[in-house]
């Protein structure tokens, strides 16, 4: 067990008609939740971190935790940096052991955007390391502070960009947005089905919190392998921080670490459930 590709985590997923669970997180106790409920549930994932996250959560400190922590799980698990925009921040994680990388072109023009995947391929077969990229347009980005808008991705620019980069999974954009949907977003299963059976390499859903565990499942069986959760982690952990605040008697860093840590199992489990199919909903 312990540290591996996420090549190989969604290969084994693609084998089985199921997605592995992405986790965001940015501190130890994120880390720390991640863990115990893959190991309860005996399954595979894969923690992240963006790099838009980094000014709050230095790489040079999650780096190593999230390593460590995956090298000595009691299950697989790959160390993926999430929306990687620079190929500085690339080499870093990849010097600090992570298994995967994701270079997100998707605002720069196809051509640029096919560039610069190239540019984290080439960089990460040094390293034996999975690229993920990504084309279309997944509303929002992963701090909130920005949002180029929702565009579909074209199933024919999929099979084109996948061929030309040779890149190890594909994050689209199916009507899916980065954060908390105002409403339950409409998933264009029709353009997901036609990416599938265009492209052959494991397909990527971000912006995951939100999404029913109906749809979640719909997306599984049209080829989605790798389903990211950022925001329903961060706000689990924030109740469960503020039910133990709130909660009588003496408190103290150890309760409120136990709490956090709590908020973070919970939510994990919750969506490895779904994303394996190991319970009807």
């Known amino acids: 067990m312990g540290l591996v590709k996420m090549k190989d985590l969604l290969n084994q997923a693609s084998e089985q008609n199921r997605a592995v669970g992405a986790f965001s997180v940015g501190n130890l106790e994120m880390i720390k939740g991640a863990v115990k409920a893959a190991e309860e549930m005996n399954t595979p994932i894969i923690l992240q971190i ?25 299950v697989e698990i790959a160390v993926h940096l999430d929306h990687g925009k620079t190929i500085g921040v690339l080499r870093q994680a990849l010097e600090y052991g992570f298994t995967s990388v994701m270079m997100d072109g998707s605002t720069l023009p196809f051509e640029e955007n096919i560039n610069k995947t190239l540019e984290a391929v080439r960089l ?23 949002d180029e808008g929702i565009r579909c991705t074209n199933p024919e620019d999929a099979k084109v960009f996948c061929e030309k980069t040779g890149v190890d999974a594909l994050a689209v954009a199916i009507g899916n947005a980065h ?51 950022a925001t329903a982690s961060f706000d689990s952990l924030t109740r469960e921080a503020e039910k133990y605040l709130k909660s009588e008697g003496r408190h103290d860093y150890f309760g409120l670490n136990e709490a956090m840590v709590q908020g973070v199992y919970e939510n994990v489990k919750q969506h490895i459930k779904i994303f394996n199919c190991v319970e009807p909903l």
């Open 179 to 229: 954060g908390n949907y105002p409403v339950a977003p409409r998933l264009a299963f029709d353009v997901l089905k036609a990416i599938d059976e265009k492209t052959d390499v494991p397909l990527v859903l971000h912006g995951g919190t939100g999404i029913t565990p109906e749809d979640f499942r719909k997306a599984v069986g049209l080829g989605i392998r790798k389903i990211n959760i």
């Open 124 to 146: 990460a077969k040094e390293y034996g390391a999975t690229v993920e990229a990504e084309l279309g347009l997944v509303g929002g980005s992963e701090d909130g502070s920005t």
């Open 50 to 74: 963006a790099e838009v996250r980094l000014p709050h959560s230095p790489l040079s400190l999650m780096g190593p935790m999230m390593v460590e922590a995956a090298r000595n799980a009691k």
